[in-house]
């Protein structure tokens, strides 16, 4: 067993101590390199929830109302604390989730800068000052909206907690979280280091359990202001409807489609090593991930002959060890979607280039692996083009001209992230501005960082993480007329 697994606790956190659910519920957490069971936590109910939230109201006060400075001073704490145990906190969730350690500890040290970025733009939550009449005074002043709900996938465990409850934290909001029931032991893990950064009792709470029990309770209560919540498309359209009722500010971060257009005068090294590391990393588990490559006939030939080099190259394996750059899907239900939509894809004409198979022989056999995998040929008529794949797999789609790629591309409920690879000033203007998606990479494929706003349009949700637009989320504008009698 992990010595960082060991290590970590099982319980919630509410008001500032660790605690079992009152009916000591408990959950097993599975290792999917291995598919056994590395953990049971504890869980959370209705009453749990509803006290962690009553918990994060009575903190309210004392966290809003403390000095900005010393408020900044805790989040860089907090951000400290996390970078100094990102060893400890990338095993727990190479362990739980299985992406290479690599790839985890440059997740949790992208989480301290988050907080590091948040603690610092809370001192430029500017307000305005209107023009006024004669011994008026117009002002907006931002305020913090109150208790702030968020509920996180599993696919980014640690990256997900930070992006949400840093942002909120810095604007003065308490929050109760909710982590994926896949993935809890890195979320408790981050708590653990947000226990001795010295926030107040109730500031941060942490329930795990049943997803519909706990967002229903989380949708129902009035103290609740806002939620934020990412993941399906269908889980965000619920929450939707669930807090029509009590008119809470939103920001839903869905389900994605991306799409990767490669022109003809692309270079098409950078290409394929965008691709590979876009495509590639957490096993193609990423809601920004490219899903739909599109390749210009004319260098199609040269792209396909460096991509098929570059994937059969990949190393798959349990991301504990050393070299892997593929680690397990989180189920095994992931790799029944992506068997269904190739043979779907298959029977329809697509051509398998490489991969297509369950990995199952020796280390690979009680885990969740599948090989990295291309098909071409891929067409509108297959399922692979509209659903999201959420795996390992590459469907290159050709095309030659730069009209029908961009409705191509368009051509889903999608618009979360995109991406485009080419040289001429014209081409990139055309599908930086056409292309309907709420962030569009040109010639480069990192579009996450604290200081740029990360979001989509359609049916990939609304509203911002990350940039002073995501702080802004979690504030209300209040306008102030004073008159100077």
């Known amino acids: 067993m992990s010595e960082a697994i060991n290590k970590v606790h099982h319980q919630l956190f509410i008001d500032g101590q660790w605690v079992d659910g009152d009916d000591k519920q408990t959950k097993e957490v599975i290792n999917p390199a291995t598919g056994k069971v590395i953990k049971t936590i504890a869980q959370a109910g209705e009453a749990e929830t509803t006290r962690a939230i009553e918990a994060a109201d009575k903190a309210f006060k004392e966290w809003s109302g403390m000095e900005l400075k010393d408020r900044v001073n805790i989040l860089r704490k907090a951000a400290d604390l996390i970078e100094e145990n990102a060893d400890y906190i990338a095993e727990v969730m190479t362990v739980e989730q299985g992406k290479p350690l690599a790839e985890s500890k440059l997740e949790v040290i992208d989480g301290a800068e988050t907080f590091r970025w948040n603690a610092e733009e809370a001192r430029r939550l500017y307000g305005e000052i209107i023009p006024a009449p004669n ?160 390749v210009h006939e004319e260098i199609k030939e040269d792209f396909m002959t460096q991509l098929k080099t570059a994937v059969e190259a990949l190393k798959v394996g349990n991301g504990m060890e050393e070299g892997t750059k593929v680690g397990p899907l989180i189920r095994e239900d992931a790799i029944d979607k992506i068997k269904g939509q190739l043979d779907d894809a298959l029977a329809k004409g697509a051509q398998l280039v490489t991969g297509g198979e369950r990995l199952t022989e020796g280390a690979y056999a009680e885990g969740f692996f599948f090989k990295p995998t291309i098909i071409d040929n891929v067409n509108q008529s297959m399922n692979i083009f509209y659903e999201e794949t959420f795996g390992p797999v590459v469907p290159v789609i050709s095309f030659n001209d730069i009209d029908q790629v961009i409705a191509m591309a368009n051509d889903t409920e999608f618009g979360l992230a995109s991406y485009a690879y080419a040289s001429s000033a014209k081409v990139i203007f055309e599908l930086s501005t056409r292309l309907e998606y709420g962030m569009v990479g040109i010639n480069e494929v990192k579009i996450s960082n604290p200081e740029t706003p990360f979001g989509g349009v359609k049916h990939s949700g609304f509203g911002r993480e990350n940039s002073h637009l995501g702080l802004k989320e979690y504030v209300v504008e209040k306008f102030v007329n004073t008159r100077y009698l």
């Open 135 to 294: 011994a008026h005074h117009y002002e907006i002043i931002y305020q913090p909206v109150g208790v702030v709900a968020a509920i996180t996938p599993w696919n980014f465990p640690s990256g997900m907690v930070t992006r949400k409850i840093a942002p909120a934290l810095a604007a003065g909001n308490t929050v109760v979280l909710k982590p994926s029931g896949d993935t809890p032991l890195t979320a408790i893990a981050i708590f653990e280091q947000l226990e001795q950064a010295g926030f107040p009792a109730g500031a941060v709470n942490l329930v795990m359990g049943g997803s519909d029990v706990i967002g229903r309770t989380m949708t129902d209560s009035d103290t609740v202001r806002k939620l934020t919540f990412t993941g399906s498309t269908p889980i965000g359209q619920e929450l939707y409807k669930q807090s029509a009722g009590t008119l809470k500010k939103l920001s839903l971060e869905l389900g994605g489609h991306a799409p990767f257009i490669v022109h003809s005068d692309a270079d098409v090294k950078a290409s394929v090593e965008g691709l590979v590391a876009a495509k590639f990393r957490n096993n193609g588990q990423v809601c920004i991930a490219p899903n739909r490559v599109f």
